[in-house]
């Protein structure tokens, strides 16, 4: 059932992208506004309590509703219901269309255009990029998107899916790592500022959840990538002291795709990810490298879809 829920949120994601100003995603800032501010006093038991709400609610929602479609209607309608939450939780396209603007702009040699389209996506100043730097970003930027959008989320789905959770660990995914983005964003904003015990309760609770994930976003780019590079850049970045996920999911890629990913400005980037002191083994970032890294993603989504199918036969043979 899994499988039938991915391909058909997928098709639909493709067909038909939520756009930014959807409903759903409204809905949930609302919910997510309203447990900080009824329940963000400044302390940590308070910040785990209104995290604990912000993202265990939906959760449980949507658990209880395909629990309830499972045992009272019928699988079919529950199948529905999985895809139907995959759908709203996936962003392939959310991320897609920037990233094709800015190739197609690189392509036609108009760099300020990709400066300008890349500030207005990050909502950072690029006036001094060069070539090389806005498609390193690009790449950085994108290949984030991916994972935080697309594997994450079925991951956590799988995963949750396959111990009759159903699309509880989609839900879950997605939430944690918007509370986090959207509560470090309200703390900068006069309107409605957030503790810091709330900020870092959150970025906690993030690091722990996006950790498997990150590391079969790793596998995933070593299986369908350069294996031997991927895995040299998981294994040189891990030895390092402060590193996150996110760091990790850059280093293996560079390595996967053969390309020297730099952070320039640690505070323009999506996180400080100090990627390993050996990366200008590999060449500096071209157009065709963004080729490469559709690639790779498309790929990397067909092994999730192989791997599924593959699972879903297993359990009809047992």
Same mark, same amino acid.
């Given at each position: 059932m899994?499988?039938?829920?991915?391909?058909f949120?997928l098709?639909l994601?493709q067909a038909?992208?939520?756009?930014r100003?959807n409903p759903?995603?409204a809905?949930?800032?609302?919910?997510?506004r309203?447990?900080s501010?009824?329940l963000?006093?400044?302390?940590?038991?308070?910040g785990w309590?209104?995290w604990?709400l912000?993202?265990?609610?939906?959760?449980?929602?949507?658990l209880?509703?395909?629990w309830s479609l499972a045992?009272?209607v019928?699988w079919?309608?529950?199948?529905l219901w999985?895809?139907?939450?995959?759908y709203a939780?996936l962003g392939f396209?959310q991320?897609?269309?920037?990233?094709?603007?800015?190739?197609?702009?690189?392509a036609n040699?108009d760099?300020?255009?990709a400066?300008?389209l890349?500030a207005q996506?990050?909502?950072i100043d690029?006036?001094?990029w060069s070539r090389?730097?806005?498609?390193?970003?690009?790449?950085?930027?994108s290949v984030?998107a991916?994972?935080?959008?697309?594997?994450?989320?079925?991951? !956590?789905?799988?995963? &949750? *899916?396959? #111990?009759?959770?159903?699309?509880m660990? /989609?839900?879950?995914?997605?939430?944690a790592e918007f509370?986090?983005?959207?509560?470090?964003?309200?703390?900068?904003t006069?309107e409605?500022p957030?503790?810091?015990?709330?900020q870092?309760?959150a970025?906690t609770a993030?690091?722990?959840?996006?950790s498997?994930?990150?590391r079969?976003?790793?596998?995933?780019?070593?299986?369908?990538?350069?294996?031997?590079?991927?895995i040299?850049g998981?294994?040189r970045?891990?030895?390092?002291?402060?590193?996150d996920n996110?760091g990790?999911?850059?280093a293996a890629t560079a390595g996967?795709?053969?390309?020297q990913?730099?952070t320039p400005n640690?505070?323009?980037?999506p996180?400080n990810?100090g990627?390993?002191s050996?990366?200008?083994?590999?060449?500096s970032p071209?157009?065709a490298h963004?080729?490469?890294?559709?690639?790779l993603v498309?790929?990397?989504v067909?092994? !999730?879809l192989v791997? &599924? *199918?593959? #699972?879903t036969l297993?359990r009809?043979i /047992?």
């Amino acid at each position: 059932m899994s499988l039938i829920s991915v391909l058909f949120a997928l098709l639909l994601e493709q067909a038909r992208p939520l756009s930014r100003g959807n409903p759903i995603h409204a809905a949930m800032r609302a919910w997510v506004r309203y447990c900080s501010r009824n329940l963000d006093t400044g302390k940590p038991l308070h910040g785990w309590l209104a995290w604990g709400l912000a993202v265990g609610v939906p959760s449980g929602l949507a658990l209880l509703i395909y629990w309830s479609l499972a045992f009272w209607v019928g699988w079919p309608l529950a199948v529905l219901w999985s895809a139907l939450v995959l759908y709203a939780s996936l962003g392939f396209r959310q991320f897609s269309f920037h990233f094709t603007e800015v190739r197609d702009a690189l392509a036609n040699d108009d760099d300020a255009l990709a400066r300008s389209l890349l500030a207005q996506w990050q909502h950072i100043d690029t006036q001094s990029w060069s070539r090389s730097d806005i498609i390193g970003r690009v790449i950085e930027f994108s290949v984030l998107a991916a994972h935080r959008h697309v594997f994450g989320v079925l991951a !956590w789905f799988s995963v &949750l *899916a396959a #111990l009759g959770l159903g699309p509880m660990g /989609a839900v879950l995914y997605r939430l944690a790592e918007f509370v986090t983005r959207y509560w470090k964003h309200k703390s900068k904003t006069l309107e409605q500022p957030v503790s810091l015990a709330l900020q870092t309760n959150a970025h906690t609770a993030w690091h722990w959840i996006d950790s498997l994930p990150a590391r079969m976003t790793v596998l995933g780019f070593a299986v369908v990538g350069n294996f031997e590079e991927t895995i040299d850049g998981w294994r040189r970045y891990a030895a390092q002291s402060n590193t996150d996920n996110d760091g990790l999911v850059l280093a293996a890629t560079a390595g996967a795709i053969n390309i020297q990913l730099e952070t320039p400005n640690a505070a323009d980037t999506p996180a400080n990810t100090g990627l390993p002191s050996d990366t200008n083994l590999h060449p500096s970032p071209e157009l065709a490298h963004m080729a490469i890294l559709v690639g790779l993603v498309w790929r990397a989504v067909v092994m !999730w879809l192989v791997l &599924l *199918a593959l #699972l879903t036969l297993a359990r009809l043979i /047992a």
